[in-house]
């Protein structure tokens, strides 16, 4: 089956760790994103990349950090630096042509104790 | 700034009528716009899509209306079924390339 996995669906954290966020996809897409969802808020863009070993900030990426060493991998770290981490993550990822709708993942809700 | 709107937080609806969901945009380089549904705690479901060279898109129950000159674009849902009730986001991505904007989201629910 393709898709987009994200794990864990859970995550907990003490203030102050850094905390790395799995997305995974198996659909041969070329570009990943990662957004941010808050009660009452759209989805904002943290981080996205187009093409493997780059990648560009989104609106809110300040706190955030990301790679792309492989195609199919896009992990995201929130570091301690982002000020309000707990929020619901989403991965997202989309044919390079243009017309085409974004796949997202399930999300992974992370929660900073 | 919010380059896409959904002014509307929440909308309530009777089985079997109408839902329409709006959603205004601000820049003039969209020229795709899309539609998700998203259940809590998953991720969105894409819906319907439409480009800026039409004004209708139609998908069994589900028809989006596009207004360049507005602006705006809106979701209609006929007949609207209880397994409607999820949260709708309106979607805008420009020509330039592969980013898309979203609204902050229409939670509908539909009323048996």
């Known amino acids: 089956d393709g898709g987009i996995t994200q794990s864990p669906k859970y995550l907990f954290r003490k203030e102050g760790q850094n905390v790395t966020l799995s997305c995974e996809q198996n659909?041969?897409?070329?570009?990943m994103y990662w957004y941010r969802q808050d009660p009452g808020q759209g989805l904002r863009l943290i981080y996205y990349?187009?093409?493997?070993?780059?990648?560009q900030k989104g609106d809110i990426a300040e706190g955030y950090s990301v790679s792309r060493e492989k195609k199919e991998s896009f992990p995201l770290t929130v570091t301690s630096a982002q000020k309000n981490p707990t929020a619901f993550y989403l991965c997202?990822?989309?044919?390079?042509?243009?017309?085409?709708?974004?796949?997202f993942g399930p999300g992974t809700r992370l929660t900073v104790l | 700034d919010q380059q896409v709107k959904q002014n509307s937080p929440s909308l309530s609806v009777q089985e079997g009528r109408i839902s329409i969901l709006n959603c205004d945009y601000t820049n003039s380089m969209f020229d795709y716009f899309l539609w998700y549904k998203k259940y809590p705690a998953e991720g969105p479901t894409f819906l319907i899509s439409i480009s800026s060279i039409k004004d209708k898109n139609e998908d069994g129950r589900f028809t989006v209306f596009l207004n360049k000159s507005a602006k705006h674009l809106s979701l209609h849902i006929v007949p609207s079924q209880p397994g409607d009730s999820a949260v709708y986001f309106c979607a805008a991505s420009p020509n330039t390339g592969n980013q898309f904007y979203f609204g902050t989201g229409t939670s509908l629910t539909v009323i048996p």
């Open positions: 659909l041969n897409h070329d570009a």
């Open positions: 990349s187009q093409i493997v070993n780059d990648f």
């Open positions: 997202a990822s989309t044919d390079q042509n243009l017309y085409n709708e974004q796949f």
